[in-house]
């Protein structure tokens, strides 16, 4: 069993749709990352969180520590949010990242 | 601007010849880190150093050296490059390992 799981592994919205991909992990954690990966291949650090929520735009991210458990939102969404979608993981004892396997999602116009 | 860069970012090469991938920050960060990213696998972390002159092992280091002379410059070092080392690389900094990474454009690898 993977450390990091993400699901759902796909997805399909209609524009406009609030959408929730979610990551579950099974070790200690000083931190949790999500990340964004456009086809063409670059990855861009949305949110770093170690409890509770942070929001940037449209994006929400949430943590609960004791249920080892964090969710991506993403209200109103656009074409344009199209992309993989990865969590990654600290752990609390080492500086490694572990990573889940993304969540593609794609926003139809 | 601050960027992370790769060198090159498309590279074919042989079994066993020895390759150096090239990645440099000019953020002032100290914590910088390698990773590779195979379909199915997703990314995993092949080395990562916390400072000049300190570095560690990811997930996946086999196969792979890193060396951290200068805080700006992490190269990732292919000594005998087999097939199975053809993947994605990308390299990431940061300011401290408590802070989010920002990831270089990637370098693509095809070792035949």
Wanted: proline share 5%.
């Amino acid at each position: 069993k993977n450390e990091v799981e993400q699901s759902p592994q796909n997805l399909t919205a209609q524009e406009g749709e609030f959408i929730t991909i979610n990551c579950s992990y099974s070790v200690g954690i000083s931190a949790l990352h999500w990340l964004q990966q456009h086809p063409g291949g670059g990855i861009v650090s949305l949110f770093m969180l170690s409890s509770g929520k942070k929001k940037h735009g449209r994006l929400i991210a949430t943590i609960n520590i004791q249920e080892k458990h964090s969710s991506l939102h993403i209200t109103a969404s656009h074409p344009r949010d199209s992309a993989v979608y990865i969590c990654a993981v600290k752990g609390g004892a080492t500086n490694k990242l572990i990573f889940g396997t993304g969540t593609l999602l794609a926003v139809q116009p | 601007e601050a960027q992370v860069t790769q060198n090159p970012r498309y590279l074919i090469t042989v079994t066993g010849k020895k390759l150096t991938v090239t990645c440099s920050q000019n953020m002032n960060h100290e914590y910088m880190s390698w990773y590779r990213q195979d379909p199915g696998l997703g990314l995993r972390q092949i080395y990562y150093s916390m400072n000049v002159e300190v570095t560690d092992k990811g997930d996946v280091p086999e196969g792979y050296k890193v060396s951290r002379k200068e805080k700006r410059n992490f190269p990732l070092i292919l000594e005998s490059p087999s097939p199975n080392q053809t993947s994605l690389y990308f390299c990431a900094s940061s300011r401290t390992r408590a802070y989010e990474q920002y990831f270089g454009p990637g370098t693509r690898l095809t070792v035949t």
